[in-house]
């Protein structure tokens, strides 16, 4: 076991590990962080994608042991209040999820997205967004969801 210390959606934190686990598996069972999930196990579904440092990141591939000193941040971190992040809304308001499993990771793509392009047009959202799977279809609501979020954050 090995102690690390790291930011936790802007707070500090630290976390007793073991060497193998993964960053996902401490989110969920050190903090109860449960927005990012494992689901394939590989890095090609998007389903437990977290921020690390501000880039994204397979939580399922990623070892916590590399967080050590790093700013962390979920999908929680987005609506710490009563009001939702812009892209949580948008998702909401154009029905960009049906069983919602992927939709965190989908979230926190779209937030890298939007902050490195502001005004992204549909293939810039599709190829953005093609490390993530849907298995429930939703795609032509994600890339409306990510466009409102768009429009949002500029009228903001």
Same mark, same amino acid.
């Given at each position: 076991m090995r102690t690390i210390?790291?930011?936790?959606?802007? !707070?500090?934190?630290s976390a007793? @590990? $073991?060497?193998?686990h993964n960053l996902v598996e401490l989110l969920q069972n050190q903090f109860a962080l449960l927005g990012a999930r494992?689901?394939? *196990?590989? *890095?090609?579904? *998007?389903?437990?994608?977290?921020?690390v440092d501000g880039v994204a990141v397979s939580g399922c591939l990623y070892l916590a042991a590399?967080?050590?000193?790093?700013?962390?941040e979920t999908v929680e971190s987005l609506a710490p209040g009563a009001a939702l992040d812009p892209i949580q809304q948008a998702f909401i308001d154009e029905g960009a999820f049906q069983c919602?499993?992927?939709t965190p990771g989908f979230i926190l793509m779209a937030r890298q997205l939007l902050d490195e392009n502001p005004d992204p047009n549909d293939d810039d959202i599709r190829h953005y967004l093609s490390g993530n799977l849907c298995r429930c279809? $939703?795609?032509p609501e994600i @890339? !409306? $969801?990510?466009? !409102? $979020?768009?429009a949002m954050r500029r009228a903001a």
């Open positions: 210390r790291f930011m936790l959606n802007g !707070r500090p934190v007793e @590990i $073991a060497p193998h494992e689901s394939c *196990g590989q *890095g090609l579904c *998007g389903c437990c994608t977290v921020l590399f967080v050590d000193g790093a700013a962390v919602g499993f992927c279809a $939703a795609y @890339i !409306r $969801a990510v466009k !409102r $979020a768009a």
